[in-house]
């Protein structure tokens, strides 16, 4: 155990607790030490659980900023995305985005969840930041100038609770919109190199991505919910007669991984702030898998949360969490705008929208100004604009 305080007597912790260690609890207690800040990390799990993490993280350009900035980009192994291949199935039209069109080594990054979590693991070892692992936070009262919070270890104290695990409680308020999609997620081998290219496909069951990730294919295939088990079930030469189909010949797949199916959904907090507390990451909102938004907008999220936060005499003054909350408001709306649009236009199936969506990507491709723009929308947020 990484705390050895399990005094039920209430323990002054500091400014900030964070609910969550994982990998954007992690990133914002080492940004917020980076402006000086000191915050307690309280995780439910062994500390160590994320380096296991099988997920991968698709990681923009501008998240590889921040993770630099926070020191730990160069203990993350991951591969860079040249260029982004976009397509919808049984239609015309498709765009190429290039790093080189936007004088980048890379449009972005994928890497393991478990390789980030790492990284940041070691990173809040150097740092001497505190993690109390098995460190589970039953409750939180809120005080005019102060939190308690009823941990596992006992009693303990804050001024601001920042919530960066777990989904949207269902108490919250939340806008939600179920998309009646799972995700099946699996790694496939190409019997060619891949060479960086990553792909989304839009199709009538749902986005289609392969994600270089070493000399595999990361694949995210959308399909309606009530298919998801049958993709999981099939054995492994039937998915991939499958996934081929439903891809195309650009590549093919010679050998597929473990399949795991998660339901696919739309939840996010009309405010990411409250009394005394802050949402980070899927516990502020949760987005659909397409464009890989999620994860980048918390690193850009927890970044700007840390800088309104430098040298605050309270971190839980309700002004200065209105004046985060602002300063992330454009950014927040517009990606959950965005992958919420593209998941719903492309799933109408009828001929005028398929030729609409074809002229779009036609336009995209054919002019460089507006490629520019998404290409630089998806690498930096609001900051494209």
């Known amino acids: 155990m990484a705390d050895d305080d399990h ?6 912790d500091g400014d900030i607790a964070i609910v969550g260690g994982g990998p954007v609890g992690m990133a914002l207690a080492l940004a917020l030490a980076r402006h000086g ?3 307690h990390i309280f995780e439910a799990r062994e500390r160590g659980a994320v380096r296991e993490d099988p997920r991968i993280l698709a990681l923009s350009h501008g998240s590889r900023q921040i993770l630099e900035w926070l020191g730990v ?7 860079p995305i040249a260029a982004i291949h976009i397509s919808q199935k049984g239609g015309f039209g498709r765009t190429l985005l290039t790093a080189a069109d936007q004088a980048l080594p890379a449009l972005g990054y994928v890497a393991t969840a478990a390789s980030v979590g790492a990284a940041l693991d070691d990173a809040l070892h150097a740092a001497t930041i505190p993690f109390h692992d098995h460190g589970r936070v039953d409750e939180v009262a809120v005080g005019t100038e102060s939190l308690q919070l009823l941990t596992a270890m006992g009693e303990r104290t804050a001024r601001l609770v920042v919530y960066a695990e777990g989904t949207i409680d269902a108490n919250a308020g939340a806008v939600t919109r179920d998309y009646r999609q799972s995700a099946v997620i699996c790694t496939v081998t190409p019997t060619t190199p891949h060479g960086n290219v990553a792909y989304e496909r839009f199709t009538t069951q749902g ?4 994600l270089p990730t070493g000399a595999s294919m990361a694949v995210v295939y959308t399909c309606p919910t009530e298919t998801a088990a049958e993709l999981v079930a099939l054995d492994d030469q039937a998915f991939l007669a499958r996934l081929q189909s439903h891809f195309g010949t650009r590549l093919k797949f010679a050998a597929v991984g473990r399949r795991q199916k998660f339901p696919l959904l739309l939840a996010y907090r009309k405010s990411p702030v409250g009394e ?3 949402w980070l990451g899927n516990a502020a909102q949760t987005l659909h898998p397409v464009a890989g938004q999620g994860f980048n907008l918390a690193l850009r999220d927890l970044w700007e949360l840390a800088r309104t936060l430098d040298k605050a005499e309270d971190p839980g003054d309700a002004r200065l969490l209105a004046r985060y909350a602002a300063a992330r408001s454009k950014d927040r709306i517009a990606a959950i705008g965005f992958t919420d649009a593209l998941t719903r236009l492309f799933d109408i199936d009828l001929p005028l929208f398929r030729e609409a969506r074809g002229l779009a ?3 995209l491709d054919t002019v460089p100004p507006l490629r520019a723009f998404v290409a630089r929308r998806m690498i930096y947020g609001a900051r494209a604009w």
């Open 7 to 12: 005094s039920t007597k209430a323990a002054n």
């Open 37 to 39: 800040g000191r915050a």
């Open 207 to 210: 986005p289609l991505a392969l």
């Open 361 to 363: 990507l036609l336009a």
């Open 73 to 79: 980009w160069r203990h993350i192994a991951a591969t």
């Open 276 to 278: 005394r507390a802050v």
